[in-house]
Antibody
Framework: QVQLQQSGAELTKPGSSVKISCKAS????????ISWIKQRPGQALEWIGA????????GYNEKFKGKATLTVDKSSSTAFMQLSSLTPEDTAVYYC?????????WGQGVMVTVSS | DVVLTQTPVAQPVTLGDQASISCRSS???????????LEWYLQKPGQSPQLLIY???NRFSGVPDRFIGSGSGSDFTLKISRVEPEDLGVYYC?????????FGGGTKLELK
């Protein structure tokens, strides 16, 4: 069965970077894009961007350019998102989701907390 | 950016009632290829969002037929007939017609 297993919660300091992962299983990793979505506590969802694991091609929400960097490791069927220059406004749950014509499978989410 | 405005923000219901959620877009969601990329997701408490409806009115695999999506252009509705306990949570509309893709603010379906 299709699964997206995300890495564990992160506690980080302002100004630092963090890299979270999303390991895919149960399907051919290179056949579907992976998208990342942000959800601040008690808030709505925001689309960050997407990556094509086959080509490595990416598309970003302009708001997150310079903040988020999406990469993949095809050998381990894992997608990564690095968040840089963290501020308290980056405190959120970050989801990965498989993207065909829609987000049909989601990871369980990673809580990233930015605090001094 | 396309703004999706959902109403109401909260919808108190009695189990077995019908519920209706509106999603209005700041511009038409008809893509140049003729498709309308409007989706509905449900986020149950403590869970990741799950897909209910894609391209306005198509139910995703396993979604009960009491969920009905409709609409066109910039005005869309999700109706839930005979609300059941597992339907409670926050509903989001989402558009993938225009870049950047955007979500609505959410509608919380809760018990009266």
């Amino acid at each position: 069965q299709v699964q997206l297993q995300q890495s564990g919660a992160e506690l980080t300091k302002p100004g630092s970077s963090v890299k979270i992962s999303c390991k895919a299983s149960g399907y051919t990793f290179t056949s579907y894009d992976i998208s990342w979505i942000k959800q601040r506590p008690g808030q709505a969802l925001e689309w960050i961007g997407a990556i094509n694991p086959g080509s490595g091609g990416t598309g970003y929400n302009e708001k997150f350019k310079g903040k988020a960097t999406l990469t993949v490791d095809k050998s381990s069927s894992t997608a990564f998102m690095q968040l840089s220059s963290l501020t308290p406004e980056d405190t959120a749950v970050y989801y990965c989701a498989r993207l065909g014509d829609y987000f049909d499978y989601w990871g369980q989410g990673v809580m990233v907390t930015v605090s001094s | 950016d396309v703004v999706l405005t959902q109403t109401p923000v909260a919808q108190p219901v009695t189990l077995g009632d019908q519920a209706s959620i509106s999603c209005r877009s700041s511009q038409s969601l008809v893509h140049s290829n003729g498709n309308t990329y409007l989706e509905w997701y449900l986020q149950k408490p403590g869970q990741s969002p799950q897909l209910l409806i894609y391209k306005v009115s198509n139910r995703f695999s396993g979604v009960p037929d009491r969920f009905i999506g409709s609409g066109s252009g910039s005005d869309f509705t999700l109706k839930i007939s005979r609300v059941e306990p597992e339907d409670l949570g926050v509903y989001y509309c989402f558009q993938a017609t225009h870049d950047p893709w955007t979500f609505g603010g959410g509608t919380k379906l809760e018990l009266k």
